[in-house]
Structures are given as structure tokens and as C-alpha cells.
């Protein structure tokens, strides 16, 4: 399994919506293996969402993830004004 943090940016002073988490979820198909989706709207410098995908790899898990946001954004009316800026697993360093 695989969290990918996917950013949005939407109109300026307007705050994620409140569902997208949920919107995202309803919207994903079966190919994508998405198995949950968090919500951080107040992550800086652009709202986040952790998708959580089962993956055979790092690529194939962003991909999904990004499809997933994708298409949630071009079919609900909501979130029709927000775009993606960016999909990808959170690199963590080593503790030393």
C-alpha cells in the first residue's frame, strides 16, 4: 500500500470543500485501488489530500492516484474550479 499526497489549488480564498475526501473516494474506479482519502485543508502552501492505494509501485500508485483527483475534479461541480498541482508518495529521510 501507498499514500500519495495529492495537492490542489483552487480560486483564491475559496476553502477546500468540506467532501472532497469523500468525492474523490465515489469517483475512483475499481482499477485504481483506492482504499481511503484524508483531507488537509490547511496543509501550506496548498490543500492536500492522502490517497492510500494498493500498487504493485511507486509509479503506478501515483498515476492512480492522479487519474482518481482527476476525474473527481472534471465531474463534480464543486470542485470544478480547483486543479491539481502535484501527485506524489511523501519522501520521509532516515532516522539517524
Sequence with gaps: MYLVHVQLKGPPGQALPEHTAQLVLTHAEPQDRLEHVSAHPGASPHPVLGLFLL??????????????????????????????????????????
Design 55 to 96: 500498487a504493485t509501485d511507486l509509479d503506478e500508485a501515483e498515476r492512480h492516484a492522479d487519474l482518481a483527483c482527476r476525474r473527481a475534479l472534471a465531474r463534480c461541480p464543486s470542485l470544478r474550479q480547483w486543479r491539481l498541482v502535484s501527485a506524489q508518495v511523501p519522501l520521509i529521510a532516515p532516522f539517524l
